[in-house]
């Protein structure tokens, strides 16, 4: 009878073994990582708070797929959406789709509008109505009207303008849907608006607008001096050769000028400089009453001056500070105007 009942019992636990094999979930593997990372990862809600104040709305999933905002209300949200994605994609004149539709990039301008950027343009929406109102577009289109390849560097503040840059060259858009170009040599080796000295010294982009929209600052960087480097085209296939220069050790590099751009005249200075100066340009920013500041550090990277220019003629009004270390200079953070008149310097010259 015991040894029954221990049969019986080793089989019922090698039974209920096999249905927890069966039943267990696969497992983990690179393969499958690769395959469906995307899907795999944990999204969090989007929350978009309103300019003032402490309210706002969150992004969740709708009951017929896609996505629905709801507002936020106490600890919680409404339990019925505000609007949807499909909502949006209808004002903005988006054919309808059997697709589930998420919400493009956007913002609030206040309780009632949202900012949305699509098709290379800012839209204003106020919630509710039939259409959305496109407001600044930087589409390039070429005599005949057929568009142009163009990469948008910045939207002004207040949307007023649009920076992008087409077959090397700058150009500004305005809500009058008028086009300004900014600059006339670009090239593969004169680069316009993009992040010089290779992204180095707190350099993340090539282009600064002032905080009320009307200056923009940007570089030009003239790389002809560098050397050629054997860059390849990895997305070939074979592998093919690419243009490229690469600022090796000890030899030339590229030649770096600051230009300013006042948008009610569209004229264009560069930055007073000693065309002779072996610097780095870097930290770019605007002040008060006109003056953009730059930090300029010497090329063996132990001096640095930040200095303040005039905005409207590219002329050097002072040089702000100095630091010295005998061993290495490196400002990473553009200098922050206060309202009192002072500003803000990261420095780490007391360690």
């Known amino acids: 009878m015991t040894r029954s009942l221990c049969t019986l019992a080793l089989l019922t636990?090698?039974?209920?073994?096999?249905?927890?094999s069966a039943q267990a979930k696969p497992q983990l593997t690179l393969a499958t990582v690769l395959e469906r990372g995307p899907a795999l990862s944990a999204r969090l809600?989007?929350?978009?708070?309103?300019?003032?104040?402490?309210?706002?709305?969150?992004?969740?999933?709708?009951?017929?797929?896609?996505?629905?905002?709801?507002?936020?209300?106490?600890?919680?949200t409404t339990k019925s959406p505000w609007f949807t994605a499909a909502n949006v994609a209808a004002a903005l004149g988006i054919a309808s789709s059997k697709k589930p539709r998420g919400f493009p990039p956007m913002t609030w301008l206040d309780e009632d509008t949202?900012?949305?950027?699509?098709?290379?343009?800012?839209?204003?929406?106020?919630v509710g109505a039939k259409e959305a109102m496109?407001?600044?577009?930087?589409?390039?289109?070429?005599?005949?009207g057929k568009a142009q390849p163009a990469t948008l560097l910045e939207i002004a503040?207040?949307?007023?303008?649009?920076?992008?840059?087409?077959?090397?060259?700058?150009?500004?858009?305005?809500?009058?849907?008028?086009?300004h170009q900014l600059t006339f040599d670009g090239s593969e080796d004169v680069v316009m608006g993009d992040a010089a000295h290779r992204?180095?010294?707190?350099?993340?982009?090539?282009?600064?607008?002032?905080?009320?929209?009307?200056?923009?600052?940007?570089?030009?960087?003239?790389?002809?001096?560098?050397?050629?480097?054997?860059?390849?085209?990895?997305?070939?296939?074979p592998p093919t050769l690419r243009h490229g220069r690469y600022p090796m050790a000890g030899r030339?590099?590229?030649?770096?000028?600051?230009?300013?751009?006042?948008?009610?005249?569209?004229?264009?200075?560069?930055?007073?400089?000693d065309p002779d100066a072996d610097v780095y340009w870097t930290n770019v920013s605007f002040g008060a009453n006109g003056t953009v500041t730059t930090a300029q550090v010497n090329r063996g990277q132990d001096h640095m001056e930040l200095c303040s220019f005039d905005a409207g003629s590219g002329k050097k009004l002072r040089t702000i500070l100095r630091e010295h270390d005998t061993e290495w200079i490196e400002p990473e953070h553009a200098m922050i105007p206060l309202a009192s008149g002072q500003f803000l310097w990261w420095s780490r010259q007391s360690g």
């Open 252 to 273: 030339a590099h590229s030649v770096v000028r600051v230009f300013v751009c006042d948008t009610t005249t569209y004229e264009t200075v560069p930055l007073e400089s």
């Open 45 to 76: 809600p989007t929350v978009m708070w309103f300019p003032a104040g402490h309210a706002g709305t969150v992004v969740l999933p709708s009951k017929h797929g896609g996505q629905a905002m709801h507002r936020l209300q106490g600890d919680g």
């Open 134 to 144: 496109r407001v600044l577009s930087w589409r390039m289109l070429d005599a005949d």
């Open 157 to 179: 503040p207040g949307d007023g303008h649009a920076v992008v840059r087409c077959e090397h060259n700058l150009f500004l858009h305005d809500r009058a849907g008028e086009r």
């Open 13 to 20: 636990s090698l039974g209920l073994t096999s249905l927890a």
């Open 199 to 237: 992204a180095e010294i707190g350099i993340t982009k090539g282009t600064f607008w002032s905080k009320d929209g009307r200056h923009l600052a940007f570089y030009r960087e003239d790389q002809r001096p560098i050397g050629r480097y054997p860059y390849q085209d990895i997305k070939a296939m």
């Open 114 to 126: 949202l900012r949305i950027q699509h098709d290379q343009a800012i839209w204003h929406w106020d």
